[in-house]
């Protein structure tokens, strides 16, 4: 089994939905969560960084973490166009070790 | 803060050759990188994990002998994929450690005629 899993996708949501992304789990020692956008073709670039359970909120973006349930979510508000990307899940132990990687979920934001 | 850079952002050689691979953090040190391999339409794949001044660790199935890594200092690690083939053909992309957080580089494409 997979330590990381996340529904592939295709996601495809008119301008303006609520996008919600979601991955759960396996390993417990995970401790730091991140998600990643990543467009064709180019590095994926880290849109939220959470440490152990909680909410953070940037923008547009709403990250949440729950350790009991190990279930991690990315909230899209008033998703637009530009949104549209592969978004990938991921968690780490500790520092200094590999990132585990969500297969990605690719969403299409229809104008 | 926090930008890894990539260079080439995309190269064609020929199969046979070696190709070296930099990925450097711009304005943080990072005593460790990552490579990673990706695929067309498939998530990132580990395939070394790269600490300044030692030698790197490579995954399971990863040719160490085949995808030289060399992390020579703080802000620069080298993947050299040698005497390349067609099946190496992929999207090469390094990320950089900076507390407890991994930034990535814009990847390479590297295509072996």
């Known amino acids: 089994q997979k330590e990381v899993e996340q529904d592939p996708g295709p996601l495809s949501v008119p301008e303006g939905a609520i996008v919600s992304l979601n991955c759960t789990y396996s390993?417990?020692?995970?401790?730091?969560f991140m998600w990643y956008r990543q467009y064709s073709r180019k590095g994926p670039e880290l849109l939220m960084y959470?440490?152990?359970?909680g909410n953070k909120e940037d923008g547009r973006f709403t990250a949440q973490v729950d350790k009991s349930s190990k279930y991690i979510s990315l909230f899209i508000r008033d998703s637009q166009p530009s949104d549209s990307a592969t978004y990938l899940c991921?968690?780490?132990?500790?520092?200094?070790?590999?990132?585990?990687f969500g297969k990605g979920t690719r969403l299409s934001v229809i104008a | 803060g926090a930008v890894v850079s990539q260079h080439p952002s995309w190269v064609i050689c020929k199969s046979g050759t070696s190709v070296k691979i930099e990925c450097r953090s711009l304005?943080?040190?990072?005593?460790?990188m990552f490579w990673y391999r990706q695929f067309p339409k498939q998530s990132l794949m580990l395939m070394a994990t790269?600490?300044?001044?030692?030698?790197?660790?490579?995954e399971q199935g990863v040719e160490k002998d085949k995808f030289l890594i060399n992390h020579a200092s703080l802000t620069l690690s080298t993947l050299t994929v040698t005497s390349a083939h067609p099946e190496d053909s992929s999207f090469y992309i390094c990320?950089?450690?900076?507390?407890?957080?991994?930034?990535f580089g814009p990847g390479t494409r590297l295509t072996v005629l």
């Open positions: 990320s950089a450690e900076r507390t407890d957080t991994q930034y």
């Open positions: 390993n417990s020692a995970f401790q730091y």
């Open positions: 959470t440490y152990s359970s």
């Open positions: 991921a968690a780490v132990e500790t520092g200094n070790t590999p990132l585990v």
């Open positions: 304005d943080f040190q990072a005593t460790t």
């Open positions: 790269s600490n300044e001044g030692s030698k790197a660790t490579y």
